[in-house]
């Protein structure tokens, strides 16, 4: 059962060893599900990086990546902290932040704004000092009202909190834009002004220039909270940093909590259509709210579900749910054999699960979904010429709680795919290089991406399903047949985003 708690108890629930003593304590009954019902406004931070480190092709580069990351949570906790403000979530370049406000929905936007911008001055300069002349930019969006929180769960290690509502969903979407598609200029943060007076009226957006003369404008007491900032950087970077160098060495005792340097598919598995369902339960009773906040902690154990329909040898890395979209790798024994079927045979089964027609656990996923479905994207890379399928997994920390990220080339493309406009749900999104190393039968269901024909290639469940049906007739066995991909001996050129 739905058991409402405050914000800062979920907060202690993220430590496993507190939320085990709430169920001692009998805080907590067993199958409690703790959820905090929240006003506040939720400031999402991207940071945008080039792609030779965001999608690193080797392992310097990706370690470099998880260096970039541990500053820039820094940064946020800097900022965050003498202005009172949590973090929820660290997804890898993404932050997500709540300022809690009281229930008549009064926010001061002046205090707001200069968190906004201490925080955009202190990433700015200490990523700016770490990667030296590479070119960089971080945005911002924040948005105001009510929004349910849990704790992340299943596989995932993270002490992460996810948020259910329109003021958490609306600044991310803001953020996925293209500058050309009404996004966020670099170095400014959208603020959905209207949500101050009606959270659900349609968004009107304030673009606050957050840039280094933003700062030097700020008013004396907000420069103190600048010297506080700069303070908590200086005492909490040092240590941060050198706890993921000695984290980085190999530690046979501690194999959870290190990076590791792993092969395989990363994937992205959007719910596509829950907002409205959140949207719908935030204006019904108290029964509705509950009703969703139980369905959607079953909507988390979705993964380890999925992870036994997988051959073996393929494990499941749970990384944080960003929202109402599961973050995964498909971790590989044999990267050479699972590219030639795996993207086929992971995102069908992922939709086949959904459809309650498929295998994964005894759940009545159908039921639990209702009408929304799911759009799945996943990346690996090419086997030869570059890092591609490796990614380096590592934890950063802010405000005492450990965040588990990803750095490397599926990292990136993954995201890239995922967020990619043009696609809907059921759909499949792959990258160029994993639909060249697919065995040439499973290649049939997929088409050019409508906005990106040189990046990616688009399956519908339908043309995967059928696919399917047609090689095991062919075949006749259940198994995926083993034709070693090809190698080339010189890798294609690699076209990038214009992100």
């Known amino acids: 059962m739905p058991k409402r708690v405050s914000f800062n108890q979920l907060l202690g629930f993220t430590k496993r060893a507190i939320l085990l003593e709430a169920y001692n304590a009998k805080t907590l009954g067993e199958g409690d599900v703790p959820f905090s019902d929240t006003q506040g406004v939720h400031i999402y931070s991207d940071l945008k990086l080039e792609m030779s480190l965001a999608a690193a092709e080797d392992e310097e580069g990706a370690y470099r990546n998880l260096q970039i990351l541990q500053v820039y949570a820094t940064a946020a906790e800097s900022a ?12 890898g370049q993404r932050i997500h932040f709540l300022k809690e406000v009281e229930s008549d929905g009064s926010v001061d936007l002046e205090a707001l704004y200069a968190m906004c911008r201490i925080f955009h001055g202190v990433a700015t300069r200490e990523i700016g000092r770490l990667i030296g002349g590479t070119e960089f930019s971080i ?20 002490e992460s909190i996810v948020s259910l509502g329109v003021p958490a969903n609306r600044p991310a979407k803001k953020l996925a834009r293209n500058v050309g598609d009404n996004g966020v200029p670099a170095g400014h943060l959208a603020f959905n002004i209207a949500s101050l007076t009606d959270s659900d009226a349609e968004a009107q957006w304030e673009i606050i220039d957050l840039r280094e003369e933003s700062i030097l404008a700020l008013a004396a007491n907000q420069q103190i909270l600048l010297e506080s900032a700069n303070d908590v950087f200086k005492s909490r970077n040092s240590t941060a940093m050198t706890k993921l160098a000695r984290d980085f060495s190999p530690n046979p005792n501690n194999p959870v909590h290190q990076p590791l340097r792993r092969q395989g598919f990363m994937m992205r598995a959007d719910l596509d259509g829950f ?6 339960a935030m204006n019904g009773s108290d029964e509705d709210a509950y009703e969703l906040v139980r369905d959607f902690h079953s909507i988390m154990q979705y993964p380890a579900a999925f992870k036994e329909t997988l051959p073996s040898g393929i494990k499941v890395l749970l990384f944080p749910w960003a929202g109402d979209c599961s973050n995964m790798l498909l971790e590989c024994e044999d990267y050479e054999l699972e590219r030639t079927y795996l993207p086929n045979t992971a995102a069908l089964n992922w939709h086949d699960q ?57 990292w990136r493309r993954s995201l890239d795919a995922e967020q990619s406009k043009g696609t809907k749900a059921e759909e499949t999104v792959i990258q160029k290089e994993d639909f060249d190393g697919l065995d040439t039968d499973l290649q049939k269901p997929f088409r050019d991406h409508p906005y990106h024909p040189t990046l990616f290639k688009v399956a519908s469940f339908e043309g995967l399903a059928k696919s399917n049906r047609e090689r095991r007739n062919e075949i006749r066995i259940s198994a995926p047949a083993i034709v070693p991909a090809t190698k080339a001996v010189i890798p294609a050129p690699r076209p990038y985003l214009n992100r």
């Not at 965050?80 to 997804?91: H, K, R």
């Not at 990346?379 to 997994?393: C, P, Q, R, S």
Request: with cysteine.
């Open 275 to 280: 907002s409205a369902r959140v949207r719908d």
């Open 80 to 91: 965050a902290v003498p202005a009172g403000i949590s973090i929820l979530e660290i997804q």
């Open 139 to 158: 945005r911002m969006a924040a948005d105001c009202g009510r929004a349910f929180l849990l704790k992340s769960s299943g596989l995932d290690e993270s």
């Open 354 to 410: 959904g459809r309650g027609t498929g295998l994964g656990g005894k759940t009545n996923w159908r039921k639990v979904l209702g009408e929304t479905k799911w759009l799945v994207a996943l990346a690996g890379g090419e086997n030869d010429g570059a890092d591609h399928g490796y990614i380096l997994t590592g934890n950063v920390e802010a405000m005492g709680r450990t965040f588990h990220v990803g750095a490397g080339w599926g």
